[in-house]
């Protein structure tokens, strides 16, 4: 039956019989074969056929859907009687964020191939619902993921880290030197809407002698007077930084621009385009440089949790492992702050 649903998933893949003929070293009419049995074991047809494609049915998705399980859990017990002894090896599927598989990731995998060179790791970067998908299904043997995943059997979550967003800056940003003038350089946001008009009216041109000392800004204030270098909409680093905005109170930033990378929008920053929230994580190199400040501003940083997930109980000794040595990562067990 086994290999039966191999075929099946394949041939689903690829949407052609060719293709997946090609792909598990099979003639075409053995695949016909296997996929004809497996209808006849579930009565039921699981695939359209026809000239140019294969399509499944409504029962053929119930299939696949059930038939990635079982052969995820199949390929995992192979291991875990593998791993019976003291060796440690095979593959090992790997899902995570962008910004721990960019920034963090490859640090413990090299200690992992350097310690245990014959396990075998492959990555993909996703989002945290589609990595804790293919984590339940079996085609990932754990993610690491930004939050906490919605609650799905089998899946297990396990708290690793916090993720600390900062708000960073070029060395010469206004904000850096607003900062460094005074201990104390933000004035708290009055929640009385009287004090609040009153501060608008001030701010305006024209309406405050020359000679009136200047207004101490509020968060907002300060945030909203300057253009912002945000991740594209739908990125889990554009809806951190959305969510801290709105935490903040910063509605109607100056201007924003977007870019397609985390690498990217560093690189506007440092040019003086503006200002940004990311993770500390992704500033080590840019922070040690001097490239970028940090700027300390009363409800930051923004924390997000850092999650690993699994979904069995029956873990390779590859898998124990790997996760040993995440819980071992200096950057995500030393105090906050900490730069390595």
Do not use: C
């Not at 300057?226 to 889990?236: D, M, T």
């Not at 190199?285 to 109980?313: C, F, K, M, N, W």
Request: charged share 25%; glycine share 8%; net charge neutral.
């Amino acid at each position: 039956m086994d290999q039966q649903l191999r075929v099946f998933v394949a041939v689903a893949d690829k949407g052609h019989f060719s293709r997946a003929a090609a792909v598990l070293h099979m003639s075409q009419p053995a695949v016909s074969q296997h996929i004809r049995a497996l209808e006849e074991a579930v009565g039921a047809q699981l695939l359209e056929r026809s000239n140019k494609q294969v399509r499944m049915t409504r029962a053929g998705e119930i299939v696949y859907a059930h038939a990635k399980e079982i052969l995820g859990s199949y390929g995992r017990m192979q291991k875990s009687v593998e791993d019976l002894g003291s060796h440690a090896g095979g593959a090992l599927a790997i899902g995570t964020s962008p910004t721990f598989g960019e920034y963090i990731l490859p640090r413990v995998l090299a200690k992992l191939k350097q310690q245990y060179p014959e396990v075998e790791p492959s990555v993909i970067i996703g989002k945290t619902a589609a990595v804790a998908d293919k984590v339940r299904t079996g085609e990932l043997d754990v993610g690491i993921v930004q939050g906490q995943p919605q609650p799905m059997r089998p899946l297990r979550a396990e708290k690793l880290a916090d993720d600390r967003m900062v708000l960073v800056a070029s060395p010469d940003h206004p904000l850096i030197e607003l900062a460094d003038e005074q201990e104390n350089a933000w004035q708290p946001v009055s929640e009385d809407p009287f004090i609040r008009k009153v501060r608008e009216d001030l701010n305006r041109p024209g309406l405050r002698s020359n000679a009136a000392p200047p207004l101490k800004p509020t968060v907002p204030e300060a945030l909203s007077a300057h253009a912002w270098i945000l991740r594209e909409p739908g990125s889990g680093t554009r809806e951190a930084a959305d969510d801290a905005l709105h935490r903040l109170g910063v509605v109607s930033p100056a201007e924003i621009l977007v870019f397609g990378s985390t690498q990217a929008v560093k690189e506007a920053v440092i040019a003086g385009l503006g200002i940004s929230l990311l993770s500390r994580w992704t500033i080590r190199r840019e922070l040690y440089s001097g490239e970028l400040q940090i700027v300390d501003i009363p409800g930051l940083p923004h924390i997000r949790p850092l999650s690993i997930v699994t979904a069995s109980s029956f873990r390779t000794r590859a898998l124990d492992i790997f996760i040993e040595l995440l819980r071992q990562q200096r950057e995500l067990t030393g105090p906050a702050g900490t730069d390595v």
